[in-house]
């Protein structure tokens, strides 16, 4: 074939050369083209892998000196003030993004060992029923809101993720399917560990002005308070009755992460096949049930089968924490404050709105139902 076109043109106009030159720019993109090896590509990790790993190392190091101080805030506001410093090199990019990727997905199926459903089924039916009702009614609610008040992005859907499940990791959860922007993601972040941290100073004040006993208390902080150290927290002042009830209530909305973020996915994958029915290729159609979510589903079944020893749970239970703060380091290293001070002061008042919401529509719910 190569021959053919050569002899094709007369030796004296150049064309065999042009040819010639053709066939090696074409055989050099190629090579650029094909897929690195698989040595090379792990390589490449490394350097931002060992970036995240130290950031991890410094936010367990906070977090143990201020523990009121969540660990994945540190992570995060370490990977914001690294890039927005100029810290990190080039090539700790491609680590950064697999952090951000697929080890906050590692991490979710690890929180799914948090929860067995003996303990979901003794809350009874009306708490149960409660729950789902908070967060469902904090959930569409918030995402109207800040659709209405013009929020750019992800945000609408990212804050009302947060806030209505379980703070950061319901975060990155979502982020699993919606591939936000990083300044999103790091946005809603804040927001949740902000009113979450404000909860643990202003429940506390309101339990006896309200009315409430121990068990009442525990459900309404379980129903209302976003990240799980902060249930912990803000319910074990009033008492081990408390604790206990706000923790199993806070778990059975970590349980409805699954659905909303499958509903999520299935709602975006449509949205995918609409575009493309009109014409635009390539469009993004993420998984029916995301292969993360069917993890986090496994690890619920594993857990409700009670065969893990406590160390076990335990051991499970540090590396959600490393892997998510890992992820959420990866994240805020893509960061660029200047656009997120540009629509912060809107997704600030979102955040303290939806905490209102919730913190009212589960009062109202623990008054009829505990």
Sequence with gaps: MTCQAIDRYPRGDGGPRVVIMTLTIARR????????????????????????????????????????????????????????????????????????????????????????LGDIAGLGLPTVAMVIVVVMVTFFA??????????????????????????????????????????DVVTSVALVTLCGSLAIGVLPLLRAPLGLDPTSYGGWVGASVHDVGQVVAAGGVAGPVALHTAVVVKLMRVLLLAPIVAGTAYTLRRRAARAGDNGRAGSRRPPLIPLFVLGFLAMVAVRSTGLLSADALEAAGTAQ???????????????????????????????????????GAAYGGVLLTM
């Design 29 to 116: 993109a190629h090579h650029r083209q094909s897929p690195a090896p698989a040595g090379t590509a792990t390589a490449r990790l490394w350097p931002g892998l060992l970036a995240a790993a130290l950031a991890v190392a410094a936010s367990w190091g906070a977090h143990r000196i201020w523990p009121h101080v969540p660990m994945l805030t540190v992570a995060v506001a370490l990977g914001v003030l690294a890039a927005n410093v100029r810290a990190l090199p080039a090539a700790t990019a491609p680590g950064l993004g697999f952090a951000g990727r697929r080890l906050m997905r590692a991490g979710v199926v690890l929180l799914g060992l948090k929860l067995a």
């Design 321 to 359: 924490d490393l892997l998510l703060a890992a992820a959420l380091f990866g994240l805020g290293a893509m960061v660029r404050l200047g656009r997120l001070i540009r629509t912060g002061w809107r997704a600030l008042l979102l955040g303290f709105a939806s905490w209102v919401l919730i913190a």
């Design 142 to 183: 918030t995402r109207w809101l800040g659709r209405r008040m013009g929020l750019p992005g992800d945000q609408p859907l990212l804050i009302a993720t947060g806030f209505s499940i379980c703070g950061a990791s319901a975060v990155a959860a979502m982020n699993g399917v919606s591939d936000s922007d990083e300044e």
